[in-house]
């Protein structure tokens, strides 16, 4: 018999500890092991609970126990989880988190500590909750050159953008329903802001480009300045306006990693993933291109990603070491500016009538892909090039009113 | 040094050594391993490859070479595959294989083989072609009790019924198109009359639910007769006509596997699923809901899958009992026959207004969830209430036409 113990019994932790009783047969049977949940640690008391007698509240507890061989943190933040984690590592037992910023902040050195010790530091909880894709990516899509991932990373502001999209509200209306929903916190910045989704873009671009990669190093752009016009321009133009997380391989070698408003054409599937879902869509040399949907959140969906990667621990007999990175310091140049970005755009502006569009696209050579009264898009540029067309319409009295990327599926 | 063989060197195993020399450092670096295509078995000579040096003629080559750990068999059908594919785990060599009959119909002897010899057999590549599905169902989604699963397991239906949808095709000239393209074979009736598709689902149901599903105990009805008026019809009554391959676990403990044309509304993202691509969609207690999606055939997006399992074999160390599953003798009652099928329903039928369906409805004991002149929707119900809101509708004077499930999301 092994046992887990479980870091905070918040939202996700209660639910690590309600999915594993109610299939607990089934796991046993996957990983040929008898388990128990051993600990549960929280500063608080639970004394309704069904499982208070195993709750401590001192992480020496379950260190000096030998028989926890598996540890699930839920508790969130990188203080004390950072130090919890890295104990629970070097002690021996391997852990599966949901707690995204602990990956984005200090996933290297939890790899490294794993690797030292012959245990694992799992994580695909940290990224689109429920949906399988950190271990799909590192096993499944092994044999593939992967180049670009672009993801619906958060909820929230998919939530939001889908009510401007369908019941043409406007952003504050969507942010206060998600608010009552419970979608969002009361205050929303790590979601509208897009913080949430940057940490899920680090972890997915270092995982997949082999270096750390930190929140700072990534552009971000929320959803504050999106308005309900912008949304409907793109609508009238054949795609829809999504938070995207992505991250590319330029041609030089380095990745640029980004998260911003960009609109996404019909034609993608991901434009229809609507509501709290997430989706993450990735390019390889072998598999084209292949998505990957679910709920991004909740207690039950998280709880069956933080369970699945115990899963895996228990029947590893080593560190899996596909599943892992470098520190970022080995190449200070891996990640570069958002001067490096080229993407098609879409500009909403002043009505002028798409013969202006033409006539400036031709001029500044690019192609004019779409165009209506009052706005168009254009074909892939560099910043710079998309800079000239933005002022030869200023030249022309336009007013620019919006200008978004378009992303290319 | 550990040696990789091929066994067939058509589109599958051409692009499987093609992809492996393009990623080998990748592959090598993820596995920790150095490996090699040592030998390509195929009754043909290829004097113009690069490759030819690696061609054998005779499987007992590769049995008798003890550097041979892994084996790709991408022969396709039964005789031989199943023969040599058993002597190459008996030998004690793990085989990845993209033969979905093989799978179908010889797993749990295969499986059951691999794990008396502490092998693997490996299948990603059997179902949804390039689609992480099997790997993620049975390691990230381990710790949810699975009840259900729908897709769109055939590329070239899915491409067929998108033309019907899209470009008012009828179906004998969407085929026709398919076929022009290389999407359909001459001979169409695998994929058109649900076989490729039943092989797929048997394979899924088997993992899923842990006994073998032979393709003969899955209803399987295919496209031939989905006509235009069919497919216009769904679309005015928002949804969309695709083949789905799906299982899901009854109230009494029975599966119930089927192929069929079923309509998908257009709020769930199967429905968006166009062109040759496939997408699986899963039910857990956990995850509530994933959808997995990419290319479900094609050179080297199969390959990927099948060196995705090679690596995968590469990194373990006995059989992976969690991919498994038992032989169907045990349990002969584990199947439920088609009388058990109960969903909503489309019927087209001759114009008669929706007064008539509506009182119809209500006298069946059903709720009418969308009318035109000529079809309505009618809420889930079993085989025997549909039959009897067929016959009344009959007794009315309208003529029935056609009548195809809803899909429930």
Redesign the interface.
């Known amino acids: 018999m092994k046992k887990i113990a479980v870091l905070g019994y918040g939202v996700v932790g209660s639910g690590v500890v309600e999915?594993?009783y109610?299939?607990q047969k089934?796991?046993e049977a996957?990983?040929?092991t008898k388990l128990e949940i051993g600990y549960i640690l929280d500063l608080r008391e639970f004394p309704d609970d069904s499982y208070q007698d195993r709750v401590v509240h001192d992480i020496q507890v379950i260190l000096d126990d030998p028989e926890v061989g598996y540890v699930a943190e839920s508790m969130g933040g990188v203080n004390p989880a950072f130090d919890f984690v890295r104990r629970c590592l070097e002690a021996g037992k391997s852990v599966a988190t949901s707690n995204k910023q602990l990956v984005a902040e200090k996933g290297d050195i939890l790899l490294q500590t794993a690797k030292a010790h012959h245990v694992n530091f799992f994580f695909?909880a940290s990224v689109g909750g429920?949906?399988?894709i950190i271990?799909?990516l590192?096993?499944?899509?092994?044999?593939?050159?992967i180049s670009s991932i672009a993801g619906i990373l958060n909820g929230t502001t998919n939530f939001i953008l889908e009510k401007m999209f369908c019941d043409n509200m406007r952003f504050a209306n969507a942010l206060a329903l998600a608010q009552k929903l419970g979608y969002a916190e009361k205050d929303p910045s790590a979601d509208v802001d897009g913080g949430d989704a940057c940490r899920k873009i680090c972890i997915l671009s270092s995982l997949v480009f082999g270096k750390h990669v930190y929140p700072d190093q990534v552009y971000t752009k929320g959803l504050r300045n999106v308005t309900l016009e912008d949304v409907q321009l793109a609508q009238r133009l054949g795609g829809a306006v999504k938070l995207i997380g992505a991250v590319k391989r330029l041609d030089d070698g380095r990745i640029l990693p980004t998260v911003m408003p960009m609109i996404v054409m019909e034609?993608s599937?991901l434009s229809?993933?609507?509501g709290v879902f997430n989706a993450v869509m990735v390019w390889?040399?072998?598999?084209?291109?292949?998505?990957?949907?679910?709920?991004g959140a909740?207690k039950?969906?998280t709880?069956?990603?933080v369970?699945?990667d115990?899963?895996?621990a228990v029947?590893q007999?080593d560190t899996?070491?596909?599943q892992s990175w470098e520190p970022a310091e080995a190449d200070a140049d891996f990640v570069a500016p958002i001067d490096a970005f080229s993407a098609p755009r879409c500009y909403r502006t002043s009505p002028c009538g798409s013969g202006v569009f033409a006539r400036i696209a031709a001029e500044t050579g690019v192609e004019l892909q779409n165009a209506a009264e009052d706005g168009c898009m254009i074909s892939c540029c560099d910043q710079k090039t998309a800079e000239a067309f933005k002022q030869k319409l200023g030249q022309e009295g336009v007013t620019i009113l919006s200008r978004i990327p378009v992303l290319v599926d």
């Open positions: 999915l594993f109610r299939n089934k796991i996957n990983t040929g695909e429920a949906i399988p271990r799909p590192h096993t499944c899509l092994a044999a593939n050159d034609d599937l229809h993933v609507n390889g040399d072998g598999v084209d291109k292949t998505m990957f949907y679910g709920r909740g039950l969906p709880a069956s990603a369970l699945g115990l899963i895996d029947k007999t899996d070491l596909s």
